[in-house]
């Protein structure tokens, strides 16, 4: 299994980016983590392997959107009215399983880490 991201930068608070994940597997559930400076690496949000349920993060509620195409093998994170706080190397993980989750170690495959940097 490959997982392969894309889409970080820097950005503006308030700004948007949307992160891309290429994914050699699609009907496996998947998932976005992020790892800040000094901190462990946290859950952000999953989705099925038919992007028809989807968990999010207390703290990207309302401002972050998961979803896939499989036909395309790509899942996505669109990150809209970025904070400061959001500033984190962002990596998308696979679990052999159909079913979305936010437990971190339940999480079989990872990509290599995309940044991304939101400046006040």
């Known amino acids: 299994v490959q997982l392969q991201a894309s889409g970080g930068g820097l950005v503006q608070a308030g700004g948007s980016l949307r992160l891309s994940c290429a994914a050699s597997?699609?009907?496996?559930?998947m998932g976005w983590f992020r790892q800040a400076p000094g901190k462990e690496r946290e859950f952000v949000a999953s989705?099925?392997?038919?992007?028809?349920?989807?968990y999010y993060a207390d703290f990207v509620k309302g401002r972050f959107t998961i979803s896939r195409d499989n036909a395309k093998g790509t899942m996505y994170l669109q990150m809209n009215s970025l904070l400061p706080e959001d500033t984190a190397v962002y990596y998308c993980?696979?679990?052999?399983?159909?079913?979305?989750?936010?437990?971190?170690?339940?999480?079989?495959?990872w990509g290599q880490g995309t940044q991304v940097t939101v400046s006040s």
């Open positions: 993980a696979a679990r052999r399983g159909s079913v979305a989750i936010m437990i971190e170690r339940r999480y079989d495959y």
């Open positions: 989705i099925n392997w038919s992007g028809g349920s989807t």
């Open positions: 597997v699609r009907t496996y559930a």
